[in-house]
């Protein structure tokens, strides 16, 4: 659910757009914030994390990462699992001026009521959190969504399991979002489009040894067919 299309991408916003000073502070002009998702401008130093292109995210022990990629090497997805918790994590354009997670937070909500679930928000670490119970082919299930607006990106965090159900829960998952790092490219591109991701450099040249074999190029610590309850897709709805 949620992977329908409402409207597309919207256009370009103009980035030289005069920021408010509340804004300028929280989108990565001002000191660097406590905790992350960092812009890659502001992230501390000497933090070990997995290279995925637009996002870095944290090594922390007991955390497993799974990617789902394109032949061509291309994420698609990153679900993060801790125990019966998991988090899975996007990561989209977004103009200089204004946050956006404001209007996909209002079409995710409408798209969980269309589909008969009963969202709530609630404040959280980041602003307005977004929860619900929604039914998937294995049943009931819990969701939390997170949103971060950054200096022309916005990532979207999607709880699931335990970590929805209760924010105590999150533990290293938790941890894994307040220590992602974005890296924004200087690239112009459409509001809600999905800033590139791309497999490790270990991840890829083993699934171009094991093509070129005729195997199966799916590296043994990424997950293909995993299927988890959420927003997929190039664009933030």
């Not at 509340?22 to 501390?44: C, H, I, N, T, V």
């Not at 801790?82 to 200089?96: C, D, I, K, M, T």
């Not at 022309?152 to 979002?177: K, T």
């Amino acid at each position: 659910m949620f992977s329908r299309k409402r409207g597309g991408p919207k256009h370009v916003r103009p980035d030289d757009a005069p920021q408010s000073a509340a804004l300028a502070k929280s989108m990565g002009d001002g000191p660097a914030p406590e905790f992350g998702p960092y812009d890659s401008r502001q992230a501390p130093e000497g933090v070990q994390r997995l290279d995925l292109g637009s996002l870095l995210i944290p090594a922390i022990e007991g955390v497993e990462v799974r990617v789902q990629a394109n032949p061509d090497g291309a994420v698609e997805q990153i679900v993060l699992v801790h125990g019966n918790s998991a988090l899975q994590l996007g990561v989209f354009a977004a103009p200089r001026s204004e946050g956006i997670w404001d209007e996909v937070r209002a079409e995710i909500a409408a798209a969980m009521k269309s589909d008969g679930a009963a969202p709530q928000e609630f404040d959280g670490p980041y602003g307005v959190e977004l929860a619900a119970r929604v039914n998937t082919p294995e049943g009931p299930a819990d969701v939390r969504f997170v949103g971060v607006d950054g200096p022309r990106w916005m990532v979207r965090a999607l709880f699931q399991g335990l970590a929805a159900a209760d924010p105590g829960q999150e533990g290293v998952l938790g941890d894994c979002l307040r220590g992602l790092v974005v890296v924004r490219d200087d690239e112009a591109r459409p509001v809600r489009e999905a800033l590139p991701l791309r497999l490790p450099r270990e991840m890829a040249e083993h699934a171009e040894e094991h093509a070129a074999d005729g195997e199966d190029p799916t590296p043994p610590d990424v997950a293909m067919n995993e299927q988890f309850p959420g927003t997929n897709g190039r664009h933030a709805h």
